[in-house]
């Protein structure tokens, strides 16, 4: 073990070095680039937090869920409908948000824990397209297809309302990074490693004492918590929601995709996976502007199929490969 | 003073009779072993104990508590831990992490639990294989790592079903020792083994099961020489082994 450890040490230098680069880098970085990319980068994170979130119930908990829609839904229709109809701050909206996603998560929880494999998946596609359909309908209350607008009151941070840009760039950051700090609370807690128990074996897990009931309900209250907020963080950058953008199936799947193509049940995979898929759908769409409408979803698709066909679990475990035979290289030279 | 008291117990899987009216009663420090021929009701009994499965006669009593209708992570709670047939460490992750999860059982501390986790690995001899995964150890050793991932949730009832599975005539003789050992740390335990040689060595107490209920109970030595078990089980082989 000792060994393991002064390798380990040799390991931990020069990964710190680079993160600290790139924090640095980003949040120096809006100050200097034009306004498009600190858009490009503000959706980056908001997603981010989705997709990280995601990762804690659909990487960590092992229950694959494609309607993680619900509770960012949830997030952006609560904050947006509470200051449209009562004036109250979307701060305070964004935590009641996440206690509303919380207590459905809770219910969720209740009726599909006992659903195995697929039928659980359906019944997450199920409540997302519920919620869909019940904000369509709801016209009187939601404005349906329409959809709502946030009323614009030029710059007022209490209400979440910034003139300029960097204010929801460095909101949206810091939530990101909130979210992989919560994360990694939970990796390394007792639930985390429940978690993998519960993951490997149920039967055996719930041998040595796991209540695999509570750790999943936890886990999901923790996600469905952040993916609110996610949805509230969009709500209030893009001024405009309507139930098909915030609870529509192809969200689920596009923050399920982040988590999975960047590493699932890794710590930063769902964030590269987000800069990744992010990045090369903006740049499908420049390049081939309208004339190929949905290339981005080839785009995707192609990224997701080399990941695959890889056998690597996402791009963060390509580098991991990589970056260790770099090192047995490096080694084998002194 | 019995820390285990079965009285009654009934099971039925559909058309099956899995137990019939199984009574007995565990003492506090012993080993016990468990036998009889393969289909008997004896990982049907300790799926019951563990609350798999509710039994649908009979009582279970723990330390004098009914725990009956308790789940399968309380009754680890309480105190009662099993290992399977087929061993089933979870083979992704390391000795060490297979480990940390049954240390988690009493406390919420990582560090502890860390701990907890070092004292259990030294114990059962599997401090220098700590950090290899899971599914790479050989039998014994998986062996190990299943008492250690038990003894890590404090038992004071260990069910061991079938330990000895697989192992060649040393490594019988190592899990002998190590159950041995794990008793002497006040643990009680009730072994279901197919093994004789191995049982007979160890067992303090013989319960036989046939077809779901108890045929007879009693001394290694006595039992192996009762009429019914050799005639339903045994047969002649056992009645002149020289006994501990």
Sequence with gaps: ?334 | MAILEIKDLTKKFGGVLALDHLSFDVKEGQILGLIGPNGAGKTSFFNVVTGVYAPDNGEILFKGKDIKSLKPYEICQKGICRTFQIVQPFRAITVFQNVMIGSFCRTSDTKEAKEKTLRVLKFMDLYQKAEIIANDLNLIDQLKLEFARALATDPKLLLLDESMAGLNTTECKAAEYLIKKIRDKGVTLVVVEHNMRAILSIADHIVVIVYGSKICEGKPQDVVRDQKVIEAYLGEGFSNVALK
């Design chain 1, 1 to 334: 073990m000792k060994v393991v450890k002064i390798r380990n040490k040799k390991l931990v230098c020069p990964k710190i070095y680079l993160f600290l680069a790139i924090f640095i880098l980003l949040f120096v970085l809006p100050l200097y680039l034009p306004q498009y990319y600190i858009h490009l980068l503000t959706m980056i994170f908001i997603f981010a937090v989705a997709a990280e979130a995601w990762n804690i119930i659909g990487g960590y908990g092992g229950q694959f869920s494609l309607g993680h829609a619900a509770y960012f839904g949830v997030g952006a229709y609560t904050s947006t409908m509470l200051f449209h109809y009562f004036n109250i701050s979307p701060w305070i909206g964004l935590l009641l948000g996440g206690i509303v996603a919380v207590l459905l998560s809770i219910g969720i929880s209740h009726l599909c824990f006992r659903l195995r494999g697929p039928y659980f998946v359906i019944s997450t596609i199920a409540l997302a397209e519920t919620l869909r359909y019940l904000f369509i309908n709801q016209r009187w209350i939601t404005f349906g297809a329409r959809g709502m607008n946030i009323r614009y009151i030029g710059n007022a941070p209490l209400y979440f309302q910034f003139s300029g840009k960097l204010p929801y760039y460095y909101i949206a950051l810091l939530t990101m990074l909130i979210v992989v700090f919560v994360t990694y609370k939970i990796i390394n807690s007792r639930l985390g490693y429940y978690l993998i128990a519960l993951g490997q074996n149920q039967d055996s897990a719930e041998a040595i004492g796991v209540n695999s009931f509570k750790v999943k309900l936890i886990d999901l209250c923790v996600s469905a918590f952040f993916t609110s907020i996610a949805g509230t963080l969009y709500a209030q950058y893009i001024y405009f929601i309507d139930p098909d953008a915030v609870f529509g199936l192809s969200l689920s799947v596009q923050i399920m995709l982040f988590a999975v193509v960047g590493g699932i049940g890794t710590l930063w995979g769902p964030i590269i996976g987000t800069f990744v898929l992010q990045i090369a759908s903006e740049w499908a769409s420049a390049t081939f502007g309208s004339g190929l409408m949905g290339f981005k979803f080839i785009i995707f698709g192609s990224i997701l199929i080399i990941i695959v066909l890889s056998g690597k679990k996402g791009i963060i475990d390509i580098f991991t490969t990589l970056y260790y035979r770099l090192l047995q290289t490096e080694q084998k030279q002194l």
